[in-house]
Antibody, heavy 120, light 105 residues
Framework: QVRLQESGPGLVKPSETLSLTCIVS????????GSWIRQSPGKGLEWIGY???????IYNPSLQSRAIISVDTSKKQFFLRLTSLTAADTAVYYC??????????????WGQGTLVTVSS | IQMTQSPSSLSASVGDRVTITCQAS??????LNWYQQKPGKAPKLLIS???NLETGVPSRFSGSGSGTDFTFTISSLQPEDIATYYC????????FGPGTKVDFK
């Protein structure tokens, strides 16, 4: 079964850039949509964006100017870069497979999440 | 598209029927999923397309609705069902509801 695991720094300074990695195991990344979602106490669950294994991306308009998602199919990994961080970006960041079936889209499964704190 | 849920929290007893509603700010047909999140864990998909129970999910969970109004039901609350439940639309990009926390009375 497909499993996902996030990795990255737990603490980042304001104005800096966050870089996170999602490692996919237990399945092929072909025909794969990978997505990033974050969860903060103030804003709940917020979808950040997704990437197809070909490299095409779609972002949440509210984060589009600061988020970059990329993929390395040879390593079965996808990545999130989020620039110009502020305290409002403090959250648990999840990667998830975005599963597409006919007209249905679901986030399943999810990684366990990684807490990112933005603080000086 | 904005999603709202009610109630924001509820307390119930084992065996109770629990109902959560989710409302979309515009017609989303049946493009709605439900997730369960236990403390310290990632969300888990329970129901897709408003009413399709995912493989392995107990039949006490169910979903219904279309358009703007949706309902999620636990027919007989079990101790392991204590969690926060989220709806999520996929009609236009992806948006989650604010969640409904279910605990024991």
């Amino acid at each position: 079964q497909v499993r996902l695991q996030e990795s990255g720094p737990g603490l980042v300074k304001p104005s800096e850039t966050l870089s996170l990695t999602c490692i996919v195991s237990g399945g092929s990344i072909s025909n794969y949509y990978g997505s990033w979602i974050r969860q903060s106490p103030g804003k709940g669950l917020e979808w950040i964006g997704y990437i197809y294994y070909t490299g095409s991306t779609i972002y949440n308009p509210s984060l589009q100017s600061r988020a970059i998602i990329s993929v390395d199919t040879s390593k079965k990994q996808f990545f999130l870069r989020l620039t110009s961080l502020t305290a409002a970006d403090t959250a648990v960041y999840y990667c998830a497979r975005l599963r597409r079936h006919i007209s249905s889209w679901t986030f399943d499964p999810w990684g366990q999440g990684t807490l990112v704190t933005v603080s000086s | 598209i904005q999603m709202t849920q009610s109630p924001s929290s509820l307390s119930a007893s084992v065996g109770d029927r629990v109902t959560i509603t989710c409302q979309a700010s515009q017609d989303i047909s049946t493009y709605l999923n439900w997730y369960q999140q236990k403390p310290g864990k990632a969300p888990k998909l329970l129901i897709s397309d408003a009413s399709n129970l995912e493989t392995g999910v107990p039949s006490r969970f169910s979903g219904s609705g279309s358009g703007t109004d949706f309902t999620f039901t636990i027919s007989s609350l079990q101790p392991e069902d204590i969690a926060t439940y989220y709806c999520q639309q996929f009609d236009t990009l992806f948006t989650f509801g604010p969640g409904t926390k279910v605990d024991f009375k």
